[in-house]
């Protein structure tokens, strides 16, 4: 018989959710976190359940996101952020390292780190991925979260 694993969209009471947002171009981040808090109150969290934590920008995401892996409360981590296009690489460099680093935290850890930062050439651009036309990324990368969080749990009851 095929073992299946799959990930559903349903919080267990047990878990619990950290969300990770950089106040840098708040005017976006703060509709990425509202959209994170609501997927998971939608799909069964309690407010008990979520942690919210704001960092000044998208390149400290990675830390707070691997001190609260590491605490082995969280059954994710959702980091968010925005970063927009200027006139210089600086966009390149920001964009590269929040990847990098928030990548490395799940890895490294074991524990799902998604990656919700939008990376944009205008600020419009980054408005309609945080909810005015092209859904909000807060919200998709909460729900990509719970079914890692479900998997993760699956996995460890094969032990």
Known sequence: MVHEIQGLLVVQPKQKYALVAAEFNSLITTRLMDGAVDALLRHGATEAQITKVWVPGSLELATAARQLAQSGLYSAIVCLGCIIRGQTAHFDHVATQAAAGIAAVGRETG?????????????????????????????????????MAGVMDQIKKLK
């Open 111 to 147: 524990v799902p780190t998604l990656f919700g930062v939008i990376t944009a050439d205008t600020t419009q651009q980054a408005m309609d991925r945080s909810g005015l036309k092209m859904g909000n990324v807060g919200w998709n990368d909460a729900c990509a979260a719970i079914e």
